[in-house]
Structures are given as structure tokens and as C-alpha cells.
């Protein structure tokens, strides 16, 4: 490995030569040499593994304050992806990057977030066809009171395109297979293999793993770990002909809970309506055959969801994710810093999936900024990220973790706004965890009122509490679909295979 110097960065055309002045002008937008034997590596400061909503942020971002920045996408923009209703905490990370506007052109508004009170509560009313609706305007101190929902395909390219207009060399259809670490435990080489076959070299004085639920660092370094408090599976498509809420509820995801699990309905530009279902993989282990008519029967379940999908068409593929929930051991490492998905995948029902991305995007920028201008502080850097972004996580987990318990079922069937917990709960839907202290307050009584609530309502407390024990134990891995998930560190036999490919049709979903 080189060394390149605390505050030196690239300039020119990336060859094995490093000039260190970083204040003598933007780095060329090409750094790849036509005459570079197939052999050598490729230097740069950055290297960012993945071309979706993290990695672009954060490769956007170093390269505007003037590094050098390789991005690898093994996929071709656009190309599908799930996660498509975003949270008004994202709209300030997409102002910051300049992307506002362009996103807002291709997007759903999305007022709020709607619950159904579906099914005998535990206060022994019968809700039929009734919901709430969490408006994002009522949050405490909103800065964007709504939020937007996009295709992914074209949320993903915009950003990427954005991120090579901002000076990253963004490339794409290019694989990272492997990280070599030098004897200094620093990343010293990343070796990836591009669409025909040919393998690359670089030399990054820097590594941003954004390799989503591949998990390229986690998998390689075996820090990848099973939720065991909490696992689901998905299926899902695109239908047009889904009813839509009046007036300007139109854009609102629902989130309808179900015996077996949740549900989403999420409008999308074009009449298009993301429907699917995550369900307790011991449900989802019932499928036998087609994974459509699987689908169809899950959300006909529901009188409230089968009374909007009456005249509904399916226009997309039947996906299935085995999309069991995982954190890292850890985020940071000398040289290295994972974000998105690469770190943790939470089960999706707050949508926050893309803002945690972004958001952890955001901080590692700052870190690997910081990290190469004063290397001393590194470890600073890094620790303060890793506990700002634990902080957050873990207050959308304690949500999840107990979304589908009766107590939970019955707070938000009942929101009250005493000492405004039913704002910091909005706040929460907003994705407002991480540096507001008028909300994180709130969120503790908030908490105070689930135990005082699980207490008078014991015997049912205790059934939701057994079951989502039950839950968390069984787990299912068939139809993975999308960037499939890498294999568990407890898994460490299959540890090497690659991933499979995607399922594009429905018939390849059938297992
Ligand atoms: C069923 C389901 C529903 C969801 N719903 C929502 C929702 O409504 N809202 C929300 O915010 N989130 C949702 N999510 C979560 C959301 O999909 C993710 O959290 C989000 O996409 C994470 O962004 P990311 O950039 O970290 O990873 P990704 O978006 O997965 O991007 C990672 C990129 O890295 C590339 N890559 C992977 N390996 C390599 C490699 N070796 N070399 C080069 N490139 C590589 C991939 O091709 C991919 O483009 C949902 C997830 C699921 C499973």
C-alpha cells in the first residue's frame, strides 16, 4: 500500500502517481488511463461500493468538497428496486444535495402516513372500515410536513447521474468482489470485475461500503448478524386501478396491519399503486405455487385493502424477499465505513430504509472528509457516528419490534396527544429520531405509556409478546429477489457463494 500523505488527494488522470495539493483546482471527470495495463490499480480517495440512494449521497458529497471519488453500481441504472415511500426527514438531505426539485418532478406528494383500525381491538370494538391518518404537518417542528413517493428506478439514476454531474466517476455494471486489507488492517486494494469479464483494481485511501442488503464488507469480514428480535418476509407488485383517497390523502401510504403481518399501499406517479405485504415468515412459508395468486389471496384478506383493489390490474412482477432483518457488528473500521443497508436492514413498515441510508450517508461523508484531512481524528470521527446512528436506529426498532402487539395496535388506534407524544409519534413516522431532543423526550414517556397500557391489558400484552418471540425464532430465506440479502455470518458455509440473480418474472419467483 502507498502512502499517500494526511491531506493529499488525486488529481489528473488516476494513475499509480499521487499529487498532494488538494486546493489546485476540481479533479478531472475521467480517471481511468486508456493505456493502463489490465493489471494495475486504479487510485482514488474515495471508493464507494454501490450505486443506490447511500452510496450516491455520500460519493455526491465527497466529491463536492473536492476528493477524488470512484463510485461502483454492479447493476445499470434504471433498474428496479423496492423502497419507494420516502420520509419528510429525507426532503432536507435531497435540498442539501441539490436534488429537490428533480425529485419532487418525479414523485408522489405524500401528506401523511394512514393506519387502519381493521379487526376487534383489545378494547373489544369492532373497527371495520375506519382509519387514522398521521398527518407529517402535525409534527413537532416540522421543517418539510410531507414527504414524497418515487420509483425507485428513476429516484436511484437521478441521484447516480447527480452524483457523476458533482465530479464522482460513477461507474456502472461493475462488480466489487473482494476487499484486501494491507498489514496496517487499512483497506489497501478493492478488486471488482466489470460487465465483460475484466477485473479491475483500486487503491482507495478511503472505502464507503453502500453494497445494500449485499452487504459486501459485513459478509467479507463476517459481522453480519440475524435480528433475533424481529423477522419478516415480503411479497409485493405494482397494480393500477387501486382506489385512492380523496383530496390530497390521495398521495398517503396505508399500513394496514393483519394477522400475519402488515401491509402497503403506496401511490406511485402514474395511477401506479405499490401493494404488497410483509408477513411473518412462518405465513409466508405456506406458499405453494404461484406466487400471484399467493399475493392476491394475502391482500383479499383484508375487507379493507380487497374493498380498494375491486377494479385493480397487476402491471408489475411478483417479487418475494426473505427480507430478515440484520445489523453489522460494526459500522466503522480504520479505513472503512458502511452505510444503508450495508450496516442494517430494519423491517420497512416506517419506510425508513432510504433516509437511514441517506442520513448514515450524510455522517460518513463527514467522517471520511474529516478522516482524511486529520487522520488523528478518525477514530473520533467514527465513534460519534456510530453512536448518533445507533441512537436513531434503535428508536425505529423499538417501534417495529412491537408494531404488531395488541398494545401497540391500540395506541395508535387511539392516538392521544398528552404532552404531545401523539406529535413526537408523528415525528418518529417522519424519521425526526436522531437530532431532535423535544421528540426523543417525548418518545421516552411514549414509552412509559406502552408499559402502563401492556399492564392493564395484560392477557393480551402477554399473547403479543409470546408471539413476537415465536416469530422471531422462524425464519425463511426462499425467493430472494432483490440484491438478495448475503448470507449470515452463522451461516459461514455459504459465506463465499455470490449472490443469485434477480427474479424478473413472476415465474422465476415460484419456487
Ligand atoms: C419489502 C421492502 C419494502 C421496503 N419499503 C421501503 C419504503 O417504503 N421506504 C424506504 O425508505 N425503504 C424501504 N425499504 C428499504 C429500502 O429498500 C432500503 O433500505 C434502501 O434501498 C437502502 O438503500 P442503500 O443505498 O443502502 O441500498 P440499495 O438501495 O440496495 O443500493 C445498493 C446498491 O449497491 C449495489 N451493489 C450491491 N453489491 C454490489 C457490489 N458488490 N458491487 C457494486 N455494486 C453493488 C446494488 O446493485 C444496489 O444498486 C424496503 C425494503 C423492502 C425489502
Known sequence: MHDHGAAGRYHGAMTDDATAD???GPPPTSVSSPQRPAHAAERCDVLVIGGGPAGSTAATLLARSGWRVVQLE????????????????NLPILERLGVLEQVRAIATHKPGAEFPLSGRGIDGTERANDYNTFRFARALDPKFGYAFQVRREEF??????????SGVDARERVRVERVEFGTDGRPARVHARDANGRAQAFEPRYLV???GRDTVLGRQLKLKRKNEKHQSAAIFSHFRGVERRPGEDAGNITVQRFEHGWMWLIPLPGEVMSVGAVCFPEYLKQRRGDAGAFLMKTLMSQPQVAARMHAASRVGEVHVTGNYSYTCDRMTGPGWVMVGDAYAFVDPVFSSGVYLGMNSAEQAAEVVDGSLREPLREHALQRAMETRLGRGLRHFQWFIYRFNTPVMRHLFNHPRNTWQVEQAVISMLAGDVFDNPAVVRRL?????????TALRLAPAALRGWRQRRRQAQVRYDGGETLHQAAPLADDAPHASQPSRPLATSEAEARQ
Open 74 to 89: 454492479k447493476d445499470a441504472h434504471p433498474r428496479f428496486h423496492i423502497g419507494e415511500s420516502l420520509l419528510p426527514m
Open 22 to 24: 488538494a486546493a489546485s
Open 444 to 452: 421516552r414517556v411514549f414509552r412509559w405509556i406502552y408499559a402502563l
Open 156 to 165: 436511484d439514476a437521478l441521484l447516480f447521474a447527480h452524483a457523476r454531474d
Open 209 to 211: 461500503d453502500a453494497s
